[in-house]
């Protein structure tokens, strides 16, 4: 198995898929324009940030599985992957505390100005009046979109330093909510109305884009403080960049709309910058989400190797509850379910789903094949007069 690793990753990661008997390439300065033309004969390629456009997949003719090392695969061509049969992957849950702890500190260093003041500081300036002026977080709302597991992790932190706290999701429940000892916005305008601050955990998608409108910020309270750690695309640039001036919203961000792709490029939003606390998108980059970032990547990789079928595979079709399960009991033999296949072929009836199940012994087996629709009587009785056929049923 030829790996490609298009982003940095750790050592010991390295070290374990090579163990695996894998050939590993390790090249972090591929961009999104290189990685068609580096694929080459590529069975597993991972990335971080790098995107991976439709170019790669198609020149990709070996490759198997792509490796998110991370949890959002917004930056890989989905549609593309799925239509050439290739997994995606991800790597959930092992960047919330990461992401968590920044969006707290963006909290602290967005209601005590920590970086306008550094900045003074640095230039000379000794400005205590000015920078003594601060609403304090202590018994201060904190109103979190998207409870997930990194909107959740954000919540213990904040009710550890006393912060009251209420959220919006779409998984959340009001009985849930109470259970954690946490507030529930039935709408997301009810949240920026009672949050003194707001963060942002959700995933891109079509259906968040631009979450935080005009509207949304409308809503919030003047002087409140808004934090995106998740993705740009969930804020409309133009309508915070308004709040900002209008309301005094303080703002933390990690992520930007239509910001660079790599680890180093020029960054056109400086202007942006200048008004908020920010960094360049950050959130999971820590040693200790880095290192499980990488166990997991290995963990992914290894489950291939063994199986054919990636762990946290994120593009396969849900499993679908209609159809006919067709059962084969059969004698384990060559050439029994390629004959079944061909009888099935030659109906017209497609397998949406298959697993073949050898009992103790290695003489009889049973197929489960769901098919797209039923085979008649008549094929299922010639199925069954097949000599290694024990007996075909259907469920």
Same mark, same amino acid.
């Not at 790669?56 to 003719?61: H, R």
């Not at 991370?70 to 092992?94: F, L, R």
């Given at each position: 198995?030829?790996?490609?690793?298009?982003?940095?990753?750790?050592?010991?990661?390295?070290?374990?898929?090579?163990?695996?008997?894998?050939?590993?390439?390790?090249?972090?300065?591929?961009?999104?324009?290189?990685?068609?033309?580096?694929?080459? #004969?590529?069975?597993?390629?991972?990335?971080?940030?790098?995107?991976? &456009?439709?170019?790669?997949?198609?020149?990709?003719?070996?490759?198997?599985?792509?490796? !998110?090392?991370?949890?959002?695969?917004?930056?890989?061509?989905?549609?593309?992957?799925?239509?050439?049969?290739?997994?995606?992957?991800?790597?959930?849950?092992?960047?919330?505390?990461?992401? =968590?702890?920044?969006?707290?500190?963006?909290?602290?260093?967005?209601?005590? !100005?920590?970086?306008?003041?550094?900045?003074?500081?640095?230039?000379?300036?000794?400005?205590?009046?000015?920078?003594?002026?601060?609403?304090?977080?202590?018994?201060?709302?904190?109103?979190?979109?998207?409870?997930?597991?990194?909107?959740?992790?954000?919540?213990?932190?904040?009710?550890?330093?006393?912060?009251?706290?209420?959220?919006?999701?779409?998984?959340?429940?009001?009985?849930?909510?109470? =259970?954690?000892?946490?507030?529930?916005?039935?709408?997301?305008?009810?949240? =920026?109305?009672?949050?003194?601050?707001?963060?942002?955990?959700?995933?891109?998608?079509?259906?968040?884009?631009?979450?935080?409108?005009?509207?949304?910020?409308?809503?919030?309270?003047?002087?409140?403080?808004?934090?995106?750690?998740?993705?740009?695309?969930? &804020?409309?640039?133009?309508?915070?960049?308004?709040?900002?001036?209008?309301?005094?919203?303080? &703002?933390?961000?990690?992520?930007?709309?239509?910001?660079?792709?790599?680890?180093? =490029?020029?960054?056109?939003?400086?202007?942006?910058?200048?008004?908020?606390?920010?960094?360049?998108?950050?959130?999971?980059?820590?040693?200790?989400?880095?290192?499980?970032?990488?166990?997991?990547?290995?963990?992914?990789?290894?489950?291939?190797?063994?199986?054919?079928?990636?762990?946290?595979?994120?593009?396969?079709?849900?499993?679908?509850?209609?159809?006919?399960?067709?059962?084969?009991?059969?004698?384990?033999? &060559?050439?029994?379910?390629?004959?079944?296949?061909?009888?099935?072929?030659?109906?017209?009836?497609?397998?949406?789903?298959?697993?073949?199940?050898?009992?103790?012994?290695?003489?009889?087996?049973?197929?489960?094949?769901?098919?797209?629709?039923?085979?008649?009587?008549?094929?299922?009785?010639?199925?069954?007069?097949?000599? #290694?056929?024990?007996?075909?049923?259907?469920?």
């Amino acid at each position: 198995m030829k790996i490609l690793i298009a982003d940095k990753l750790s050592n010991n990661a390295v070290a374990a898929l090579k163990a695996l008997g894998a050939k590993v390439t390790v090249n972090p300065d591929l961009g999104k324009n290189d990685l068609p033309g580096a694929i080459g #004969d590529t069975n597993v390629l991972i990335v971080r940030s790098t995107e991976v &456009v439709a170019e790669t997949i198609e020149n990709g003719k070996s490759l198997e599985l792509i490796i !998110r090392a991370g949890a959002g695969v917004n930056t890989i061509d989905m549609e593309k992957a799925s239509a050439m049969g290739v997994y995606v992957a991800n790597c959930p849950g092992k960047n919330n505390d990461a992401v =968590a702890e920044l969006a707290l500190g963006l909290m602290i260093a967005a209601d005590r !100005r920590i970086v306008d003041a550094t900045g003074q500081l640095r230039d000379g300036k000794w400005n205590k009046k000015e920078f003594s002026k601060a609403n304090g977080l202590k018994g201060r709302v904190l109103g979190i979109i998207g409870m997930g597991s990194i909107g959740t992790a954000l919540a213990k932190r904040a009710q550890a330093m006393d912060m009251q706290v209420t959220c919006w999701s779409r998984s959340l429940t009001p009985a849930k909510a109470e =259970a954690m000892g946490l507030g529930y916005c039935e709408k997301l305008d009810e949240l =920026a109305a009672v949050a003194d601050v707001v963060s942002v955990h959700l995933a891109a998608t079509a259906e968040t884009k631009q979450l935080c409108d005009a509207k949304f910020f409308a809503r919030m309270k003047n002087g409140a403080i808004f934090l995106n750690t998740s993705r740009g695309d969930l &804020v409309d640039t133009a309508a915070l960049r308004k709040a900002i001036g209008e309301k005094n919203i303080k &703002v933390g961000l990690d992520v930007f709309e239509n910001e660079p792709a790599g680890g180093v =490029a020029d960054f056109d939003q400086a202007e942006l910058a200048g008004l908020v606390t920010a960094t360049p998108h950050i959130g999971a980059s820590t040693e200790q989400a880095s290192e499980a970032i990488a166990d997991e990547v290995v963990r992914i990789v290894e489950s291939l190797i063994k199986t054919g079928k990636p762990h946290n595979n994120v593009n396969a079709r849900a499993k679908r509850s209609d159809g006919t399960m067709l059962v084969v009991r059969h004698f384990n033999r &060559v050439g029994v379910l390629a004959a079944v296949l061909d009888l099935l072929r030659e109906a017209g009836i497609n397998i949406e789903e298959m697993e073949n199940i050898i009992f103790r012994g290695g003489a009889a087996a049973v197929a489960c094949l769901k098919l797209d629709k039923g085979p008649n009587e008549e094929l299922l009785n010639r199925i069954s007069a097949h000599n #290694d056929i024990i007996k075909a049923m259907l469920h």
